[in-house]
């Protein structure tokens, strides 16, 4: 079959632009790449030639595929470095006794002290459609943040939600806080305009459980907070079904994103675009439950809290206290927005 000449040229379009590579009548061809923005140009003299598919990958990532279930979503298991700066350790001197007294901080998980918690927000978004679909040529373009997401987020695209902190002769502390991916855990690349994927930081950095243990790793002391739609290892969700009202979602405004073409007479251009809303929640702890443990006893406390919500946030309204002999104790709040009667 005569397929006709194609040529596929490979283009740097930083600055004035530069022609990196040009394959001539090549069904397959690899290049390697440095960091910037490219444009693949695929031109033919036969309706038969087509262009059948891009992949890309980097050479120097040969981590190994074993994964592990974290938050819904199935990860690579093994560790990768990434920039950013965490608290190493922490050292006090008392200049009474002459001595330094050490605070060190691991990253680890619970379970498994050899793989980091460290848990990436959002996924890498490496490219995504570059116009308009639709368009008679398409293009595909390299994301702006591909190169460097730690510059998102504040600094922090990757999140810690299990720490444990380690004190000279006290023992160690094992902390964990919530955790929740921005948007679906999975990226479309065919999105034009790339819209903001669905923030949940207000989901994470929230004390969810936090235990002391003496130097021999026994267990002296418990605390679980729980909060509507936040999971821990420790108990799950509390609520189990937690309803909107549990959070107070409101709507604050919305956007629209748009991208311009060129139209035909007598339109002088048409567009595409991407809607999105911002939203804010209001929350407040649910459940507290402190356990103090001995060699031969366990004393709990649990505490419940209930608000009125018709304020748009949460006002605490009750405080329910229960010990281990089944007592009660219930602390009940007014406010000015109350009915007299109930004073």
């Known amino acids: 079959t005569n397929y006709g000449s194609f040529t596929i040229t490979l283009t740097n379009t930083d600055g004035l632009g530069y022609v990196v590579q ?8 690899t290049w390697q790449l440095s960091n910037g923005n490219y444009r693949l140009d695929f031109s033919y003299d036969n309706f038969a030639s087509t262009f059948s598919r891009l992949t890309s990958s980097w050479p120097e990532s040969t981590i190994g595929t074993a994964t592990i279930y974290r938050y ?14 965490r608290i190493k350790e922490v050292d006090d001197y008392d200049h009474v006794t002459g001595k330094t007294y050490s605070t060190k901080y691991k990253y680890t998980l619970f379970t498994d002290s050899t793989i980091s918690s460290g848990i990436q927000v959002y996924p890498l978004t490496v490219a995504h459609y570059g116009n308009c679909s639709g368009r008679d040529c398409q293009t595909i373009q390299l994301y702006p943040k591909s190169c ?16 444990t902190t380690i004190q000279d002769g006290n023992g160690y502390v094992r902390r964990e806080f919530s955790f929740a991916y921005d948007g679906t855990g999975t990226v479309d690349i065919t999105q034009y305009p790339l819209a903001p994927p669905e923030s949940n930081g207000w989901r994470r950095g929230k004390l969810l459980l936090e235990k002391y243990y003496d130097q021999n790793n026994v267990l002296l002391k418990k605390t679980i907070i729980s909060y509507p739609y936040m999971y821990s290892s420790e108990y799950g969700y509390y609520p189990a079904n937690p309803t909107l009202t549990d959070i107070l979602q409101k709507e604050q405004m919305g956007w629209k994103l748009r991208g311009y073409y060129a139209g035909s007479p007598p339109v002088v251009g048409a567009g595409c675009w991407t809607s999105y809303s911002i939203n804010g929640h209001f929350f407040a702890p649910a459940l507290v439950i402190d356990s103090t443990c001995s060699p031969n006893d366990r004393q709990e406390i649990r505490t419940e809290y209930y608000y009125y919500t018709n304020l748009s946030q949460p006002f605490l309204r009750q405080q ?24």
Not at 148 to 159: C, D, K, N, R
Not at 320 to 341: C, G, L, S, V
């Open 320 to 343: 329910k206290t229960y010990i281990n002999n089944n007592q009660t104790k219930e602390i009940n709040y007014k406010y000015a927005f109350n009915n007299d009667t109930l004073f």
């Open 22 to 29: 040009t394959f001539n009548n090549q069904f397959t061809g």
């Open 72 to 85: 819904g979503q199935n990860l690579l298991k093994y560790n990768m470095n990434l920039g950013g700066i």
């Open 148 to 163: 460097y997401p730690m510059t998102s987020e504040g600094g922090s695209y990757v999140y810690y939600p299990q720490v």
